[in-house]
């Protein structure tokens, strides 16, 4: 089995601020992780993934995420918010081998100006 | 190239009508997936074909049917609508194998009265 926690459903950062946004997950074996992201009325786009490696991830928009095995976390972290950062975040989660992905219930952020 | 088409983008229907969104995918793709969304809930899988020929229920199949029609297509059918349905869909596909990054298409809110 496997699950995702993120906390925390809306968040709210000032422009300049760092952005970080939480995800716990759960898996019987290695996982892979993913973060997704949303803009309106759009679907979801790849930000960065986790397979097997190196644990500190980067991915597009200067967004990059770190997977912690003893924590299991792969939380979202950006050092300056711009206002184009606001969307909704999904975390996501794989098992090796297992086809199916699941996801987190996303945060949505909010870049104050 | 065009990635996921889905069709329709919007439909209203009324209790008990039936309807099928389509989904083709041009990149190749083995897996195909249909999520819907609903808020609070993040994405929540319905079906997925693992590849041509075969269909596995994920999290919330109930209410839905769904056919693989050929490597490209892969349609689901409401077939007694309920206001429960009511929800964005969304269609992904990915390659099998190694880590499962979706590719998703736009989205078909669907309103169910």
């Known amino acids: 089995a496997q699950s995702v926690t993120q906390l925390g459903s809306h968040v709210s950062v000032s422009e300049g601020a760092l952005v970080l946004l939480r995800c716990n997950y759960s898996?019987?074996?290695?996982?892979?992780l993913f973060w997704y992201v949303q803009y309106p009325n759009q679907g979801l786009q790849l930000l960065l993934k986790?397979?097997?490696?190196?644990?500190l991830v980067k991915g597009i928009n200067g967004f990059e995420a770190e997977f912690k095995k003893s924590e299991t976390s792969f939380h979202l972290t950006k050092p300056s918010a711009h206002m184009s950062d606001a969307a909704e975040y999904f975390c996501?989660?794989?098992?090796?081998?297992?086809?199916?992905?699941?996801f987190g219930i996303g945060t949505k952020l909010q870049v104050i100006p | 190239n065009a990635g996921v088409t889905q069709t329709p983008k919007f439909q209203v229907l009324k209790t008990g009508q039936s309807m099928t969104l389509q989904c083709a995918q041009d990149?190749?793709?083995?897996?195909m997936y249909w999520y819907r969304q609903d808020p609070g809930m993040g994405l929540r899988l319905i079906y997925y074909s693992a590849s041509e020929g075969t269909t596995d229920k994920g999290e919330v199949p109930n209410g839905y049917n769904v056919s693989r029609l050929n490597k490209r297509e892969f349609s689901l059918r409401l077939e007694s609508a309920a206001p429960s349905q009511t929800s964005v869909y969304f269609c992904a596909s990915s390659e099998r194998g190694g880590a499962n990054v979706l590719t998703f298409g736009a989205g078909s809110r669907l309103t169910v009265l």
């Open positions: 986790y397979t097997t490696g190196a644990t």
């Open positions: 996501a989660v794989m098992s090796g081998g297992y086809q199916k992905v699941t």
């Open positions: 990149m190749n793709h083995n897996s």
């Open positions: 898996s019987s074996v290695p996982p892979y």
